[in-house]
């Protein structure tokens, strides 16, 4: 089936730096979005995003994040500067349209660990 | 409080018995969607189920939109259907998923 892809699995990095997390959507797709889980805490949305524009954002979604998907090449997540409360699951979802009976389609989630 | 609540919050059966996973949500929603989450994290999208029930090999998910809750029935359970389910409604225009605390289930041969 339809598949979106996550790159990497899992980065580290040291607190105040920058990072960009991948998902390369379903090809089709045309909303994208990011979702974050704490280790052991439950999954919350960030941001969703269409036709080159975030649409609507959580309150997770803090001013150090940004997104992007330049060229209709991978979706990014970008944090600059990293915090140690940034560490999580962060998982990039697909659909291909908004309309109720379509489905998010999930990458595995990329493991970021700020150190 | 939790607008989505999933129970029972972990399960051990052994292979072979049927499982019953709840989700009850407190508030209207657009539809119910039932994710696996295996044990290194990864997920797995399941059913997308607005309403009615919806089978998928030994998998069926039943949602009853107007008594707000959502079940999914793993019949003769195996050992590789161990991880976590999660359910999450989707509320609003944007695709804004609320997720539930997931249940922990552990498949013993």
């Known amino acids: 089936g339809p598949k979106v892809l996550q790159i990497p699995s899992h980065q580290i990095i040291d607190m105040g730096q920058m990072v960009t997390l991948n998902c390369d959507p379903v090809s089709n797709h045309l909303y994208f979005y990011w979702y974050k889980q704490i280790l052991g805490q439950q999954m919350e949305f960030l941001v969703n995003?269409?036709?080159?524009?975030?649409?609507?954002k959580s309150k997770l979604f803090k001013d150090q994040f940004s997104v992007e998907r330049p060229d209709g090449s991978y979706f990014t997540l970008k944090i600059q500067p990293t915090a140690l409360e940034d560490s999580a699951v962060y998982f990039c979802a697909s659909s291909l349209g908004q309309r109720t009976n379509e489905r998010l389609f999930f990458g595995h989630g990329t493991k970021l660990s700020v150190l | 409080g939790q607008q989505v609540q999933q129970s029972p919050a972990s399960l051990v059966l052994q292979e072979g018995e049927n499982a019953e996973l709840q989700c009850n949500f407190s508030t209207s929603l657009n539809s119910m969607q039932w994710f696996y989450q295996r044990p290194e994290g990864s997920l797995v999208s399941l059913f997308y189920?607005?309403?009615?029930?919806k089978q998928s090999g030994r998998l069926t998910s039943t949602t009853v939109i107007k008594e707000r809750r959502s079940s999914l029935h793993i019949s003769s359970s195996q050992i590789t259907d161990s991880g976590t389910y999660l359910c999450a409604m989707e509320r609003g225009s944007n695709y804004q998923l609320i997720w539930g605390s997931g249940t922990k289930l552990i498949i013993k041969p």
């Open positions: 189920n607005p309403s009615g029930t």
């Open positions: 995003f269409y036709n080159g524009k975030v649409m609507e």
